[in-house]
T-cell receptor, first 110, second 115 residues
Framework: GIQVEQSPPDLILQEGANSTLRCNFSDSVNNLQWFHQNPWGQLINLFYIPSGTKQNGRLSATTVATERYSLLYISSSQTTDSGVYFCAVTPSGGYNKLIFGAGTRLAVHP | NAGVMQNPRHLVRRRGQEARLRCSPMKGHSHVYWYRQLPEEGLKFMVYLQKENIIDESGMPKERFSAEFPKEGPSILRIQQVVRGDSAAYFC?????????????FGPGTRLTVT
């Protein structure tokens, strides 16, 4: 089955720093989503981005489907950005079930 | 805000008891997905349902687990004779179509603890 790899696994930042999280996938996909799981365990939709670039405030994402990767950019990080960031994909030609990566654990310190 | 709703948010069961987890999809959505997150791990797909039909249950354990999405009412994930290894967060998601290009929206999860 499709493999989804996220890097780095852990990231520590000072407040105000920028960061880039990466998601590689091993096969073609029809759907790619980025999520933030906050320290209380809630899963928050960040982007639905099977291809192209989107921006939402301090966050932006780019997916290059032909090269099988997606990037999530966080600018001017804040302590509330802490948590785990998951990338999830739906392989082409199958049902709409998301395959999740292992996540990037982000800690932003004041 | 008619988001995905799950209840209960926390559930404690003794070994051997039954657990029933409920999920109401977003308004207008008729496709429901259940995922399980074991401690310190990512989410794993369990089952995909439409109203009154199970479409894909490839991620469901073969025994003790079942799911339904009746014509009326919420989707139910049922775990019979729970064991400690069932302790996890169970998330429900919904979408407004079953095609694999549609965004899924997640509920807050139910945290099951088996003692």
């Amino acid at each position: 089955g499709i493999q989804v790899e996220q890097s780095p696994p852990d990231l520590i930042l000072q407040e105000g720093a920028n960061s880039t999280l990466r998601c590689n996938f091993s096969d073609s996909v029809n759907n790619l989503q980025w999520f933030h799981q906050n320290p209380w365990g809630q899963l928050i939709n960040l982007f639905y981005i099977p291809s192209g670039t989107k921006q939402n405030g301090r966050l932006s994402a780019t997916t290059v489907a032909t090269e099988r990767y997606s990037l999530l950019y966080i600018s001017s990080s804040q302590t509330t950005d802490s948590g785990v960031y998951f990338c999830a994909v739906t392989p082409s030609g199958g049902y709409n079930k998301l395959i999740f990566g292992a996540g990037t654990r982000l800690a932003v310190h004041p | 805000n008619a988001g995905v709703m799950q209840n209960p948010r926390h559930l404690v069961r003794r070994r051997g008891q039954e657990a029933r987890l409920r999920c109401s999809p977003m308004k207008g959505h008729s496709h429901v997905y259940w995922y399980r997150q074991l401690p310190e791990e990512g989410l794993k797909f369990m089952v995909y349902l439409q109203k009154e039909n199970i479409i894909d249950e490839s991620g469901m354990p073969k025994e003790r687990f079942s799911a339904e999405f009746p014509k009326e009412g919420p989707s139910i994930l049922r775990i019979q004779q729970v064991v400690r290894g069932d302790s996890a967060a169970y998330f429900c998601a919904s979408s407004n179509s079953g095609g694999n290009t549609y965004e899924q929206y997640f509920g807050p999860g139910t945290r099951l603890t088996v003692t």
